[in-house]
């Protein structure tokens, strides 16, 4: 992918996102937010480990977070803890299939389309491992979530 294909998907992927999230009502983003800052944070510990032991590579230069992680984060991501909050907070069991569903999906374009386009390819990740990479993560935005209504309130 060019570097001008890769701007334009960048900016496309987290505008889509937002434009998405713009139908959730105010409360929602407001109340549900600090648990996506939270696990976010976990992101930015969890990139450096991921890059370091070549678990994914991008194809473009530069080959920094803000470039190639970031727009996943502030717009797939963002968009997906957002909703799924807002769906199934009070179910666990709810949440926790929905969010395997939206990773199983990103983890099977991870492997089979993005490195086809030229995004980035899994390098010492499976497609399984790298699913785990992110589901892992639905367990902490959901406690994190839980305890902060229950400090709130």
């Not at 937002?18 to 510990?45: E, Q």
Request: glycine content about 2%; some cysteine; aromatic content about 26%.
């Amino acid at each position: 992918m060019s570097i001008k294909n890769k701007w334009f998907f960048n900016i496309a992927m987290v505008l889509l996102s937002w434009i998405s999230i713009s139908f959730l009502d105010w409360r929602s983003v407001k109340r549900f937010f600090p648990a996506f800052v939270f696990v976010f944070l976990i992101h930015c510990i969890d990139v450096p480990i991921g890059k370091k032991r070549r678990w994914w590579k991008f194809y473009n230069k530069p080959q920094s977070f803000l470039y190639n992680e970031f727009p996943f984060l502030i717009g797939p991501m963002l968009a997906v803890a957002l909703w799924t909050l807002k769906w199934t907070y009070g179910s666990l069991k709810k949440f926790i299939m929905l969010n395997a569903l939206f990773h199983i999906l990103f983890a099977a374009l991870a492997k089979s389309i993005f490195p086809k386009i030229k995004l980035f390819k899994l390098v010492r990740l499976n497609a399984f491992e790298f699913f785990l990479y992110f589901f892992y993560k639905a367990f902490l935005l959901y406690g994190f979530q839980y305890i902060y209504e229950k400090e709130k309130n």
